[in-house]
Antibody, heavy 121, light 111 residues
Framework: QVQLQESGPGLVKPSETLSLTCTISGGSISNYFWSWIRQPPGKGLEWIGYVSYAGITNYNPSLTSRVTISVDTSKNQFSLSLSSVTAADTAVYYC???????????????WGRGTLVTVSS | QSALTQPASVSGSPGQSITISCTGTTSNVGSYDFVSWYQHHPGEAPKLMIYEGYKRPSGVSNRFSGSKSGNTASLTISGLQADDEADYYCCSYADSNNYVAFGGGTKLTVL
């Protein structure tokens, strides 16, 4: 079981770019897909997108114009960039490993504990 | 508003069974066997409990089971234990557009 740890600023100003990094330990970033998921205060989970170890991405259509997920295999890390943030982007952000089951659908089998990012001036 | 609808809360006594529903549409739950369920104790990392509708990952208790009927998936927990008290989220994947949707979550209280 790998361990995932989110890191990045806990406070971001409106209109700026939110940047987070997920560091993977106890395993390699290779041969897997990796995802970001968020949870606004008092609300449910929202899938942001995922990236393969080779850099192939798939994003939530509601966020695709503002989001970039990238991978750095040399550091065993992957990152999230979300531009033009507003208060609606305030959430706990989780990174997770994507595991494809028998039917090749994505599941999230290892998660970080999450990091709270607040958008406020 | 979530693409998948779950009850906000359910409750049960230790030893009882409870079922959490997850209602989608023919575009997601109804057309694919891709529903997964996650247990989330606040402050901790969420945990995958069920995938592809009814399959359990290694290490997950057989007290947890999944099923589907039409556009509604269900998670049943039998022999309720205090540690089962948590938030539960369903999740569905639609390969027509590679879209992943979560439900709004259900808070399970063990009385």
């Amino acid at each position: 079981q790998v361990q995932l740890q989110e890191s990045g600023p806990g406070l971001v100003k409106p209109s700026e770019t939110l940047s987070l990094t997920c560091t993977i330990s106890g395993g390699s970033i290779s041969n897997y897909f990796w995802s970001w998921i968020r949870q606004p205060p008092g609300k449910g989970l929202e899938w942001i997108g995922y990236v393969s170890y080779a850099g192939i991405t798939n994003y939530n259509p509601s966020l695709t114009s503002r989001v970039t997920i990238s991978v750095d295999t040399s550091k065993n890390q992957f990152s999230l960039s979300l531009s033009s943030v507003t208060a609606a982007d305030t959430a706990v952000y989780y990174c997770a490993r994507v595991w494809f089951g028998d039917l090749f659908a994505p599941n999230f089998d290892d998660w970080g504990r999450g990091t709270l990012v607040t958008v406020s001036s | 508003q979530s693409a998948l609808t779950q009850p906000a809360s359910v409750s049960g006594s230790p030893g009882q069974s409870i079922t959490i529903s997850c209602t989608g549409t023919t575009s997601n739950v109804g057309s694919y066997d891709f529903v997964s369920w996650y247990q989330h104790h606040p402050g901790e990392a969420p945990k995958l409990m069920i995938y592809e509708g009814y399959k359990r990952p290694s290490g997950v208790s057989n007290r947890f089971s999944g099923s589907k009927s039409g556009n509604t998936a269900s998670l049943t927990i039998s022999g309720l234990q205090a540690d089962d008290e948590a938030d539960y989220y369903c999740c569905s994947y639609a390969d027509s557009n590679n879209y992943v949707a979560f439900g709004g979550g259900t808070k399970l209280t063990v009385l």
